[in-house]
């Protein structure tokens, strides 16, 4: 079984990073979860899941100068799979390998979450919302971050990525439940969960931890773990999954 | 709403209009900013939005589309980048009069809030305000979900977002050959 969902939301500093690290801790307590960092532009899963000091990352991969399983890492029950962050790096890396590597993580796991960029202006920045089966789109309660999110919907439904759910993140006042069904209208999933703003997240951020590691009884570790909870994974076959991202090659641009 | 035409400081596309509103209030401008959205497809598009600042500390919002002040002008210009935005500095007595006008007054944070959608930037721009500008802690945000309410509630505006948002997807499908997928 496996399932991969992107965790998106089109406008920057939404917490995509920190959603994407706390939605697989809180999984991996029922699947085996890979968490992927996919904004290969602006690494920074690394730094949230104590990796600044990895050595082989996402980056060598897509460079072909190293194997899928040499840039992954057991941490706090997942399996993640970090981006490097140096310029050479992310030059030398080939986006449009990220399906292969999908792939070959496809074969041993049940949930990938794919952590990324927030854009969607270049083809590398749209691949994790095109390959995933379900997108997880991280909103704050603002104008402009719910309207990013209406577009990441409109990229996700046009390659045929469903909307796994909404998720809420720095949530500052009371009310977000009024907010959250009058945004619920609009988009074609659930809202998994509402997470506060919160210092913890900060913290855990600053001491290279995620969120659920540093303080998992505070309240926004609380609510990720209900956000987790309400998303239900779906079955897949491995091997299907694994034969369509394969099959799926995308032709380099002229 | 009228003002002199001021010295143009900065004129350039930015995808997020956050960019502006904290480089305004980096270097403390007292003058004002014009917004046009680039989307040509959204309704309000051929209206641009106006905001002006003392010492980097927005004052009042005007959108010229609507002809709506204050903060349902920061409602209609809500709508997503890029901006062409243009920044001009003015000297204070000139905004005098514009300033002196009730209904185009908005609350220091709430462009960062509406426009940026950044509570930070909000947040360093209320601290920047004088005393008297300063809202009672915590009233000024309170309001804001009512703000993304209005918002979530103008069906036709969230239908063009929609819309548009569908056909960039398509063309850039296209463009990127991501079609087969
Ligand atoms: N619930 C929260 N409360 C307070 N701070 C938070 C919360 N969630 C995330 N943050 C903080 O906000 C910042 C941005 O978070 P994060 O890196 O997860 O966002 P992102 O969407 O991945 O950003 P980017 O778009 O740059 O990839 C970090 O400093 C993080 O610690
Ligand atoms: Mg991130």
């Not at chain 1, 390659?159 to 909404?166: E, F, P, S």
């Not at chain 2, 009228?2 to 980096?26: H, I, M």
């Amino acid at each position: 079984m496996v399932e991969v969902f992107a965790v998106a939301s089109g406008k920057g500093g939404t917490g995509k990073t920190t959603s994407t690290v706390a939605l697989g801790m809180a999984l991996s307590e029922r699947y085996d979860v890979t968490v992927v960092d996919a904004d290969t532009g602006m690494a920074n899963m690394l730094f949230h899941a104590g990796l600044s000091d990895a050595e082989t990352t996402l980056h060598d991969v897509l460079a072909e100068s190293a194997s899928v399983e040499a840039a992954t890492y057991e941490r706090f029950g997942m399996t993640v799979v970090p981006c490097g962050t140096s310029l050479d790096g992310f030059r030398d890396a080939d986006p449009s390998r990220l399906r292969e590597v999908v792939a070959r993580l496809a074969a041993d796991t049940d949930v990938i979450l794919l952590d990324s960029p927030p854009a969607l202006d270049s083809r590398a920045a749209v691949l994790p919302v095109v390959m995933a089966d379900r997108t997880v789109i991280v909103l704050q309660p603002t104008i402009p971050a719910i309207s990013d999110g209406l577009k990441v919907q409109e990229y996700a439904t046009s390659y045929d990525t469903d909307v796994a759910g909404l998720l809420f993140n720095k949530v500052r006042e009371d009310g977000i439940e009024r907010v959250a069904e009058k945004t619920e209208r609009y988009f074609e999933g659930p809202t998994l969960g509402a997470v506060p703003e919160s210092e913890r997240a900060r913290e855990a951020r600053r001491a290279g931890r995620p969120l659920l590691a540093h303080a998992p009884h505070c309240d926004a570790a609380a609510a990720y773990r209900r956000a987790a909870d309400s998303l239900s994974v779906r079955d897949g076959q491995s091997g299907e999954v694994a034969d369509r991202f394969r099959s799926a090659v995308i032709p380099e641009p002229p | 709403m009228k003002l002199p035409q001021g010295r143009l400081r900065k004129s350039r596309v930015v995808t997020d209009p956050r960019e502006p509103l904290a480089d305004v209030l980096d270097r403390a401008v007292t003058g004002y900013a014009v917004f046009e959205p680039q989307d040509s497809l959204l309704l309000d598009a051929d209206g641009r939005g106006v905001v002006t600042f003392v010492d980097g500390v927005p004052v009042v919002a005007y959108h010229t589309g609507t002809d709506r002040g204050g903060p349902p002008a920061l409602a209609d210009l809500a709508v997503p980048g890029p901006y062409h935005v243009s920044v001009f500095e003015l000297d204070g007595a000139d905004l005098g009069p514009v300033h002196d006008v009730e209904d185009l007054r908005v609350p220091p944070g709430m462009p960062a809030e509406r426009l940026a959608g950044d509570p930070a930037l909000a947040d360093s721009t209320r601290r920047a305000a004088p005393p008297e500008r300063r809202a009672p802690a915590g009233t000024e945000a309170a309001d804001d979900h009512g703000a993304v309410e209005a918002f979530l509630e103008d069906e036709e505006k969230i239908e063009a977002i929609r819309e548009q948002a569908r056909q960039e997807a398509k063309q850039r499908a296209a463009e990127w050959e991501l079609n087969d997928t």
